[in-house]
């Protein structure tokens, strides 16, 4: 007997588990105040940009990469893939002023949103593209935040 999961289930999930990795803690496995956006709203662009080690890539390139994973991805659960994604460029950025650390967290909600937006306007779910893209979403980005946050404690000694 084959059970199926209710697509408005599915989706309710999802979106906690963004809301939870992207803007605030509701204690579904993140500690409070560690979310993406509490977590970049407390470093400054001298912390952004400052790498940890000599092959170590400094917080505002995590943060770029996901931004650009986000663009990627939510293209690709709109049915467009683009050959010869740049991966390797996503994480070319280094030193940031104050007011390009602002415009890249700035950047990077606004991605969020699309994605909201994009879950809230699926009705179907059964297709690998869209819940492939939504879990890797929400698994990449807690990836990153993870990385972001132990980059913090060692800028911070």
Not at 132 to 155: E, F, K, N, P, S
């Amino acid at each position: 007997m084959s059970r199926q999961v209710p697509c408005e289930l599915l989706a309710k999930n999802i979106l906690a588990f963004l809301e939870e990795t992207f803007e605030k803690v509701e204690w579904t496995y993140l500690d409070g105040g560690t979310s993406l956006m509490e977590t970049m709203a407390k470093i400054s662009a001298e912390e952004a940009w400052r790498p940890i080690s000599e092959s170590g890539t400094p917080i505002a390139a995590q943060v770029g990469h996901a931004r650009f994973y986000l663009q990627v991805l939510r293209d690709y659960m709109d049915g467009k893939w683009h050959e010869g994604i740049d991966w390797k460029g996503s994480w070319s950025r280094a030193r940031v002023t104050e007011g390009e650390w602002d415009s890249l967290r700035k950047q990077i909600a606004e991605e969020y949103r699309n994605i909201v937006a994009c879950i809230k306007g699926i009705d179907d779910w059964n297709d690998d593209r869209l819940l492939g893209g939504a879990m890797a979403i929400i698994v990449h980005t807690a990836y990153h935040l993870g990385a972001i946050r132990q980059i913090v404690r060692v800028v911070r000694r």
